[in-house]
């Protein structure tokens, strides 16, 4: 069965760290794969998308990458700050006509000051 | 940017009874809707997506005559929990997106907290 990962359940950083946070999938060709941020009691709210042709996008301090080969993404965010302390969630699409998401469990970020 | 909202926010009610919850787009006709479902410390789990006009798409193992799902207009879905019971409490979320390329960007609602008493 299809299967996503993202490795860590919780991720402790000092503010001005990068933070790195992983998603594997298993037994799913995705199109797009996508980040989402999620405060407590909010609904998500959309980052990156990155398409499964593209290596790597950048949007101001964050990062993302995708190896279709390792069937993973990694997701960075340079020069951490508390404001950035959240729920990160990955969500994979498989490019059907209706664009299903398919998430994660989600990362806990904390960024220390 | 574009700017979902749910009503209510939270809602207890006692077992038995039903709920509705409102979605809707604010500033964009939205053609597809999502509604997932949240339990504590898990992930989002897509439960049904519906398309303006036409009948809702349900997940497997997601009962289409307890989980109601009405796409009547381009800015609203609702979802109607029938006969609700304690197991039926989670955060109930949705989705609107307005093309239908995956590519086209899903924007979620606040969510909505159920409490079946």
């Known amino acids: 069965s299809q299967k996503i990962e993202q490795n860590s359940e919780a991720l402790n950083i000092q503010e001005g760290k990068t933070a790195t946070l992983t998603c594997n999938y298993t037994?799913?060709?995705?199109?797009?794969l996508q980040w989402y941020r999620q405060d407590p009691g909010r609904g998500p709210v959309f980052l990156l998308l990155?398409?499964?042709?593209?290596k790597e996008k950048r949007k101001e301090r964050l990062k993302v990458t995708f190896d279709t080969t390792l069937k993973q993404s990694l997701f960075h965010i340079t020069a951490s700050q508390p404001a950035d302390s959240a729920t990160y969630l990955c969500?994979?699409?498989?490019?059907?006509?209706?664009?299903?998401?398919?998430f994660g469990q989600g990362t806990i970020l904390t960024v220390h000051p | 940017g574009a700017v979902v909202s749910q009503h209510p926010s939270r809602v207890i009610c006692k077992s038995g009874t039903s709920v509705k919850i409102e979605c809707r787009s604010l500033?964009?006709?939205?053609?597809?809707m999502f509604w997932y479902r949240q339990f504590p410390k898990q992930s989002l789990m897509l439960m049904a997506t519906?398309?303006?006009?036409?009948?809702?798409?349900?997940e497997q193992g997601v009962e289409k005559d307890k989980f109601l799902i009405n796409h009547a207009s381009l800015t609203l879905s609702t979802l109607t929990v029938t006969s609700a019971h304690p197991e039926d409490s989670s955060f109930y979320i949705c989705?609107?997106?307005?093309?239908?390329?995956?590519?086209?960007?899903?924007?979620f609602g606040p969510g909505t907290r159920l409490t079946v008493l």
């Open positions: 989705s609107a997106r307005e093309g239908t390329s995956s590519t086209d960007t899903q924007y």
């Open positions: 037994n799913y060709s995705p199109a797009y």
């Open positions: 990155i398409r499964e042709n593209e």
């Open positions: 969500a994979l699409s498989g490019g059907t006509s209706y664009g299903k998401l398919t």
């Open positions: 500033d964009f006709q939205a053609t597809t």
């Open positions: 519906s398309n303006e006009g036409s009948k809702a798409t349900y």
